[in-house]
């Protein structure tokens, strides 16, 4: 199975900051990550597909790339519905897997 | 809009069985698959397997390889999941989600706890 190891696990940032997160496969994927946000008590909502596709109305302070196996989310500038965990996904190779998740909070 | 929704939160004893619905509306049913995940509490998300809707082909995580089964209803556009043999390590909210390479629309969730 392919792992995904995102770092950190936790965020603490403020209102306004550039953040970012990384995902590594313990494989190459090519492109074939996506990344997803979710509210506390929601499902999870996919933002970027392929590695840096933003979905259709997502914000373009969102922003991703990498391929491979080093990939990586950038928020421009925090917003406050950004404080969210977020998630990558690999969807090469079956099972398909997740990454632990990381959580961006207040600090 | 795409839109899935799911049947409400269950409650079984260990070694019951749960079955979730999924109710896709919002596009042409058998034109996507149809995958479920789940979420234990304050864990990351764990793929469970997934059904092609248009020719009712699954694939499932080895994991629940021998207790789940994904089906689908065509003419009522519903996806279903069985999960057999519960234990408290199910506990979790299950979700289902659409195929569009990613997950591009994810039902609301169904929680399953599984206590005696």
């Known amino acids: 199975d392919i792992q995904l190891t995102q770092s950190p696990s936790l965020l603490s940032a403020s209102v306004g900051d550039r953040v970012t997160i990384t995902c590594r496969a313990s494989q190459g994927i090519n492109t074939y990550l996506a990344w997803y946000q979710q509210q506390p008590g929601k499902a999870p909502k996919l933002l970027i597909f392929?590695?840096?596709t933003l979905q259709s109305g997502v914000p373009s302070r969102f922003s991703g790339s990498g391929s491979g196996t080093e990939f990586t989310l950038t928020i421009g500038s925090l917003l406050p519905e950004d404080f969210a965990t977020y998630f990558c996904?690999?969807?090469?190779?079956?099972?398909?897997?997740f990454g632990g998740g990381t959580r961006v909070e207040i600090k | 809009q795409v839109q899935l929704v799911q049947s409400g939160a269950e409650v079984k004893k260990p070694g019951a069985s749960v079955k979730v619905s999924c109710k896709a509306s919002g596009y042409t049913f058998i034109r996507h698959a149809v995958h479920w995940v789940r979420q234990a509490p304050g864990q990351s998300l764990e793929w469970m397997g997934w059904i092609n809707a248009g020719n009712g082909d699954t694939k499932y995580a080895q994991k629940f390889q021998d207790r789940v089964t994904i089906t689908r209803d065509t003419s009522a556009s519903t996806v279903y999941m069985d999960l057999r043999s519960l234990r408290s390590e199910d506990t979790a909210v299950y979700y289902c989600?659409?195929?569009?390479?990613?997950?591009?629309?994810w039902g609301q969730g169904t929680l399953v706890t599984v206590s005696s």
């Open positions: 996904q690999q969807v090469k190779t079956y099972p398909l897997t």
């Open positions: 989600a659409r195929d569009n390479m990613a997950f591009d629309s």
């Open positions: 392929p590695a840096s």
